[in-house]
Each structure stands twice: as C-alpha cells, then as structure tokens.
C-alpha cells in the first residue's frame, strides 16, 4: 500500500468534499479521490463557449446547511451568493408571465392582477407552508435514528422530531399529516385557480424526481424544498457567484485548509475489503490506498454493485440495492447568448424562470417519459445567472441554464445519441414560445441527457439523487429499511452521497452525517486509527 | 377424457404404480411421490436390515458451471467450498442476510468448474440471485435428472452385482461418473438413511431400465420399494434436520422469530467464520460473538414408549422447549425425537420433561415423561462410512 490514511473518501462531489473537510478538521488524516479533473462533482462550472463559462449541472443553492458553511469557512473560501435570492418568473407561451417574489405580500399583489382569490390564498399557503416546512428540518437534518435497539441519542432525536410536528399545534399538525403523503395536484386545486401559479408550483414538487404532480408523496418534496435557505433566508433559492462549482472549489479549498489531500484524476476501482472490513481503495491505476474509514459520495448502486461487489455483500441487501430506482428523468441544456431577448431586457428581471404552463403540463411531460419517450413539450427550470453575475461571461454575453423535464435515463427506441440534440431543440423551442426571441440569440449549446450526466459524473441512471427520492426511499428508508445510517454491511465502509439521508442537492448533509458517523464509531472504538 | 393432473408424474412412477398396496400418494414439490407402498413398518425394516429403493426424483436439483463456480458456492454456503475436490459430495447450508437457514443439502463438485447442488424446496430464484456479477450459470436441471437411493446393509452387496464401471470401492460422500447401459449415471454414497447406501443420477428416459435392472440384480436378496413415511423414520434416526420439521425455509417464513440460524440447528461445524464473505457470515459472526443462540437443537430420548409428537417440553414449570420430530425407534428399541430446546438445556445429559397428549379413542390423555438430551446420530452403524 502507498499509503494510509485514517479515511479515504471515493468521489469528490460537494458531499465527499464536505465530509472529508469535516474529518480533517477533527484532526484526522484524510484523502479524497475524485475522478475527474474538478473538484464537486455535480457542482461543476465549466467553459462552454470561449470566455463563457456556465453552472454544467446544479444551478441553484437553497438547501446548504449553514452550520457546514460557518464550520468550514466556505466564504473564507470564496463562496459568495451572486443574488441570495434568484426570484422566479413563471413564464407561458402566448405571454402570460407571473412574477413570484419571496415577500408573500408582493407576491400577493402580483398575483392580485389576474385573481384576487389566489392572491388571498397566496398568503396564507405561503404561512402555511412556512410553518410546516421547519417541523420537517429536524427530519432532515438529523441522522435517521433505529427504530430498534434505540440508544438515548436516538430516542432524542425521535422525540425532536415528534417535537417539531407537535409544536405546530394542533391544527397544522393535522394538517400536516393531511397532506404531507397527497399529490401536489390536489392540494394546488384545492387551494388555487390560476394554472401557471399551479404549474410552477408543480415543477417546485418534481424538480429531479421520477413523480410527477399527480403521484402520492409530491406534497413531502414541496415541503422539503421549502424548508431550504439560501444566506440565512428561508425559502430563498440562492444563485452562487461564479456558477455551482464555486461551491466545489469552496469546499476543496476548506478541505486543503483542513489538512487534507484532494487527489483529481483518481478514480476509484474497488473499495478493499477483507473479512467483512474496508481496508481502503484500490486507484484506476491499481494503486491501493489503505484507510480505517471509506466514505462513499457515490451512489448506491455503483459503490455496492460495482466498487464493492458481490464477493463481500449479501444476496437480499444486493438485491434490494439492485432494485432502487434509478432512473434520472433531468436534462440539462445550457445556452450561450449574445444577448437578452426583450422579455428578459427589464432591470431587475428575476434570474429564474419557470416554463411550466399548468400542472397538467407537468403531468403531460412526465406520462410521454414514463414510457421511455423523450416529450414533445418538456417543463423547464431556467436560469439566467449572468443577470446577477458577471463573472461567467463578458458584458453582453448571457448564460442560461435549463434543467428539462423530463428526460428519461432509459429511453425507448435508438437511445439518447441520436435523440439528444432533436431533445435540446424542444427545449429550446419551448423557451423561445414563452420568452420570444431568445431562440434566435443562442451561440451555443452544451446538451447533457441523463446519459451524459451518468458518463460524466457517474452517477447510475444520470440521477441527481442518486435514487428516487421519495416517501418510500426517504429518511429512515433510505437508501434501503436497515441501513438508513450511513453505515453499510461492510464494517468502515460509509455512504456519504445523495443516496443517502437527505438525498440529492447541494445541501452538503449527507457528507456531514457520514462524516459524524465515523467520528462516532472512532470515539466508540468501532473503527481503526 | 382425463383432465391433465396437477401433479407430475416421477420417471420411476410406472413402477410405484405397479409395486404400491396401498395406493397412498402424497405431493412433494410439483410431484406426485408414494407415501406408503406396502406397510410402513415393512419398509422400514427392510432398509435397516436388507435394502431399499425410494425414488428422490422430486428433489430439486441445481447444476451451476462456470469459470467463477467456486466463487458462487462459496459465497451461497456456510462451508469453506474452495477445498471440496472433484468427484467429493458436501453436506451444506445455506441462509439469508440474516445468518437464517433457507435450507440445507449435499452439494456435488462433479467438475473444476462444475456442482450440482441439491434441496427440497424451489432455490432458483435465490441461486440466481446470489449468482449477479459472478460468472456462472445456474440451471434447475430437476426433470431432466431421474434419482433414485439404494439404501440399508446390503445395498453396497447389491449395487456391486450391476457391475456400473467405476464404482467399486466408492467412499462415503464421493460421486463417481460410471456409465448403465449406454448411458451416463452418476453414482453417489449418500443418502438420508444414516447407513450404507447410495444414490443414483440417471436420464429420466434410462430410469425404468435402471429400476428393472436393480431389482433383477438384487434377487435372492429382498430389494423393496418404500415411501417417504418409512424414509422419515430413517431420517429421524440418522438424526438430520428436514426443512418444514425442524425449520421451515428462512425465506418464506411469515414470522421472522420463527427462522433459524444454523447455530440453533446444531449446524455449527458447516459454518465456517474463518473464510472470508459468505451471504449471512456478518449475522452469523454477530450470533457467534453474543455467546452462540438462545436455543438448539437436540436430539433426546423420551421415557415409555408414546411417539412425543409435538409434545412441549418443561423443566418444572418453566417451557423450555419444542419436540420437531418424534418416533420410537425399533432398531434401538428406544422412544427417540428431535427438539428445540433453550441452550441451556441442550448438553448432553441434560434432563427435563415432554408432556404428551395422545388419544384413546374419544379421550384425549396426557403424560408428562421425562427424557435425556443424548447425541446425535441416534443410529450410526460403521459401515455406513466403511
């Protein structure tokens, strides 16, 4: 073995990063092992044009957890919010536009010009849901806790999490039991009537998900997104300054600060494993590196069905590995301006936008994906980071980055190769029917179908989270009943990424609850120094 | 015209049509087999003292082949696999994640890169599955395979005078390729009787010839086709466990209390913690590491001579335990079963009750009988290995 350190992490993405971070600034020896040439991952900012550079992946930060950002210093390390709160501009073709602004008042007055019922209910749902999202921050902040063999830490943490649905009182608890398992079809009929707010509520609910607004379970996603923040506001969508993967660079920079190593161009082969034990990795290459701990940031599938394999893990936990559901339904299309369509001209035009007409609209796109063709008409999130920051390109020039739904990683017929760029065109069109004239402004493209992505970045089926974040594969069900704590069958073997608790997203806490599981199992003298 | 039964028909089910008195059938598997087919106490006694012939075709057979076999069995089963030679028969087991028997059988390594793995109850499915990312094949290979045991004292006397090639001097848990006829056999010393006896692998289209030239081979000695009510007796004997008797199969239990580890079997010595992964190693070296598992299973000997079928057992007041098997022995002329016990009863020696329920006619009486862990095999005559 060349070397050995006290834990090596597989997978430099924003969530290996921070919890190798942590550990090291626990004073432990630390190594990360990233495959590509860039640090995050997923969090990734690239040259798309010359000169141009654009958010390859992830565009949005509104889930980071805060005490990782303080504890690691990330604005000491140059991560900064272009604009804490990108704002959203629902956007339909024929014109219609719809301006959601943070401030539920403002966003009330907006809403005021087309139906003053949902601009009353506006307010109230806003309230509501700011009140319901918080009890579920302790569900999805915290290491799931056993429901068996329950130590006094994991009665705590279930007596919070009881606690914070308690503390709602009782009607927003029965309100909160009422609809946090509905379709989010349901619940914006029952509440609204004008389909675009409905729409970009919708996309809010499904954004990476393999569910679309009429599925059970769309409510608990919404709810999830809303109890995100962005700069200490909550429910802000934050646009990070020099695109996601200054967040990647961040958090490198507090993982060197700290003491530990980053290694790029390393991918991972095989976790080494003996008797039950991880000894360490084993390099492309055929380096071995010896550690106490591995933390896993990839997914499920490739790190047990691949890097791990069969010869150390057990038939029915392979199995139910092998089951999840991996099939990314996100695309990614990234444009290249030579300026703003009249539609975005205005100072102050949000840097978001959401290109989804009605919730019917979602649902539509997601019934031609479900059976494995890419739809004629895709529901899009946008942004347009290049109106709050000017680091990505040259005067003038303007990015805008579109996640399109949906895309399905299993696609019928000849695959993605052939489908992409006829893909890319849809979008393209269904962007310029809603903000005309922009389709004449691109100079560019990059196209990443869920293939792409899973060729890029590794991750199985293209999948931001890894697996289909859902009610059934959430919290103490993820990434499988049994195994919710970030420890895995092989002993010193952790899983540190989206397949994990929470799940996909630049919140970093995966990692960090990993990263406290082995700090845990060192102190209880599970592991080896 | 005949409705298409429901049940198949063994290759050897012409001639158990031909030699059954009692037309007492019973369904093992997707199979039709005979329950009794003279007198139960007839067979038994002929397999302990002259031979017999059970047909086992039923028995769900499994060949895996491959360059990653090894790999394969090795994995599935407790046993260190990597030493088991060409041409050696194993007796092994097999569990869940959870270190839970789903069955246990003899495993034949018939090439470098070929076994035949042998069981009551379908295992395709988790073969399979245990199988993903391995290189090898794993085919059921039950109806293409007729088997037949060659058991009791005179079973080798008689298996000698077919003159198979190859198959003279064959040792306890060895199979040999030998050849009936033009066709391939296969010819193992194994068998569920706890004495000498043998099984035979044939092509279900050779399996009357083979049948027919077994019993004109036997004459003057008495070579009778028996049941599975007598094998069972047998089997009690020879002291194994039988899935559905002693454990029912860990992975269609409903109640996951009601599974047992190979421990609590008295399969210790199949389970090997020295080799690296096997499916079910980390719960089995957990269990291993509490102390070994809160019951066993034991074999004991009941006082009087009513069969404890099922009977609790008590020490005192306290339950400490559950009778699986249960039969008087007339070889040993002793009441003998099988039970569960906690494991602190299980030493031999140890001793505690068995209550009894047993009819007279419209009465139901009970008795309360004490009885002696004792070891197992209860009937384990030498020339069984000889």
Redesign the interface.
């Known amino acids: 073995m060349s070397a050995r350190y006290d834990a090596v992490v597989v997978g430099g993405g924003h969530n290996g990063l921070a919890a190798g971070a942590l550990l090291a600034r626990a004073g432990r020896r630390v190594l990360v092992c990233e495959a590509r040439e860039a640090p995050g991952g997923m969090a990734a900012t690239e040259e798309i044009a010359r000169g141009v550079r654009a958010p390859v992946c992830a565009h949005l930060v509104h889930a980071l957890d805060a005490g990782v950002a303080a504890e690691l210093g990330l604005s000491g390390h140059g991560l900064a919010y272009a604009a804490v709160d990108a704002g959203t501009l629902a956007v339909a073709p024929g014109g219609r536009r719809m301006r959601l602004a943070a401030d539920p008042a403002v966003a009330a007055g907006e809403l005021a010009r087309t139906s003053p019922r949902d601009a009353r209910r506006w307010q109230a749902f806003h309230s509501l849901l700011s009140r319901l999202a918080p009890a579920l921050r302790p569900i999805l902040e915290s290491e799931p806790p056993r429901l068996m063999h329950t130590g006094w830490a994991e009665k705590l943490a279930l007596l919070r999490l009881g606690l914070g649905v308690r503390r709602l009182g009782r009607a927003d608890m029965r309100e909160f039991l009422r609809i946090v398992g509905m379709p989010v079809a349901d619940l914006l009929d029952d509440t609204f009537e004008d389909d675009l707010l409905k729409g970009a509520l919708a996309l809010d609910a499904t954004l990476g998900a393999n569910l679309a607004p009429r599925s059970p379970g769309t409510v608990f996603l919404l709810l999830s997104r809303w109890a995100g923040e962005a700069g200490g506001v909550r429910g802000a969508l934050g646009v990070p300054r020099g695109g996601a993967g200054a967040l990647g660079a961040a958090l490198a920079a507090a993982l060197k600060a700290a003491g530990g190593e980053l290694r790029l161009n390393a991918p991972v082969a095989q976790v080494r494993?003996?008797?039950?034990r991880a000894q360490g990795v084993i390099l492309a290459g055929g380096e071995e590196i010896g550690a106490g701990a591995v933390l896993a940031g990839v997914d499920p599938k490739r790190l047990f069905?691949t890097l791990v394999?069969?010869?150390?893990?057990?038939?029915?936990?392979?199995?139910r590995i092998?089951g999840l559901r991996t099939n990314g339904m996100a695309a990614k299309v990234n444009l290249v301006l030579d300026g703003l369509p009249d539609g975005l001209a205005t100072p102050g035009t949000p840097a978001r936008l959401v290109v989804a007409p009605s919730w019917r609209a979602v649902e539509q796109a997601f019934d031609e994906a479900k059976y494995g063709a890419a739809p004629a008409h895709p529901v899009l999130e946008a942004t347009v980071p290049t109106l709050v920051d000017a680091t990505l390109a040259p005067a003038g020039t303007h990015v805008v980055s579109v996640l399109a739904q949906y895309a399905p990683h299993r696609l019928a017929g000849e695959g993605w190769a052939a489908r992409r760029e006829p893909f890319a065109d849809t979008v393209v069109a269904a962007l310029d029917a809603a903000v005309p004239g922009l389709a004449a402004r691109v100079t560019a493209r990059q196209v990443l179908t869920p293939a792409d992505i899973e060729a890029r970045f590794g991750a199985t089926g293209g999948h931001w989270h890894h697996h289909d974040l859902a009610l059934d594969t959430a919290y103490l069900l993820r990434p499988i009943p049994g195994w919710a704590r970030y420890r895995t069958?092989v002993d010193g073997l952790y899983l540190a990424g989206a397949g994990a608790h929470p799940g996909g997203g630049l919140t970093s806490l995966p990692g960090r609850n990993a990263a406290r599981a082995v700090l845990a199992d060192w102190r209880r003298g599970a592991l080896p120094r | 015209m005949n409705a298409v039964p429901a049940y198949l028909q063994t290759p050897f089910h012409p001639r158990l049509a031909q030699a059954t008195e009692t037309n007492l059938w019973e369904r093992w598997g997707a199979f039709t087999t005979a329950s009794v087919l003279t007198e139960v106490g007839e067979e038994y006694t002929c397999t302990r003292t002259s031979a017999t012939l059970y047909d086992t075709s039923p028995l769900r057979k499994y060949r895996v082949q491959g360059p990653d076999t090894v790999?394969f069995v090795d994995?599935l089963l407790t046993r260190d696999m990597t030493t088991c030679k060409v041409g050696q028969v194993v007796y092994a087991c097999w569990c869940?994640?959870d270190g839970k028997l789903i069955e246990d059988g003899t495993v034949f390594r018939l090439a470098e890169d070929a076994f035949q793995i042998n069981a009551q109850e379908p295992q395709l499915r988790?073969f399979q599955?245990?199988a993903?990312?391995?290189d090898v094949g794993i085919e059921e290979s039950t109806a293409r395979l007729a088997s037949l045991a060659l058991q009791g004292p005179l079973s080798g006397e008689i298996l000698g005078r077919m003159n198979l090639p190859g198959v003279a001097g064959l040792r306890y848990f060895r199979i040999v390729d030998s050849v009936f006829g033009n066709a391939p056999l296969q010819v193992s010393r194994t068998g569920f009787t706890g004495d000498l006896g043998y099984e035979l692998w044939v092509a279900p289209e050779h399996a009357l010839a083979l049948w027919d030239a077994l019993m004109a081979a036997a004459a003057p000695r008495r070579l009778l086709p028996i049941g599975s009510a007598a094998l069972n007796m047998t089997r009690i004997e020879a002291g194994f466990v039988m899935v559905n008797a002693e454990f029912k199969a860990a992975n269609v239990v409903l109640r996951p209390s009601q599974r047992r580890s190979p421990f609590e079997l008295g399969l210790d010595w199949t389970v090997n913690l020295k080799k690296?992964?096997f499916?079910?190693?980390?719960a089995l070296?957990a269990e291993a590491a509490r102390g070994g598992p809160r019951r066993r299973l034991v074999g004991i000997e009941v006082e009087g001579r009513k069969p404890a079928v099922e009977a609790f057992l008590y020490d005192g007041k306290r339950e400490i335990g559950l009778v699986t098997s249960a039969m008087w022995s007339p070889v040993l002329k002793k009441n003998i079963a099988l039970a569960t016990v906690d494991a602190e009863y299980a030493a031999p020696g140890a001793r505690f009750q068995a209550e009894i329920w047993y009819r007279k006619e419209m009465k139901v009486e009970r008795s309360l009988v004490g009885c002696t862990v004792v070891p197992r095999p209860f009937f384990d005559p030498p020339r069984k290995r000889a």
Do not use: E, I, K, N
Request: proline share 6%; hydrophobic share 25%.
């Open positions: 494993v003996r008797q039950g069905g394999g069969p010869d150390h893990l057990d038939t029915g936990f392979l199995r092998r069958p | 790999r994995r869940d994640d988790w599955d245990t993903r990312g391995l690296d992964h499916v079910g190693r980390r070296a």
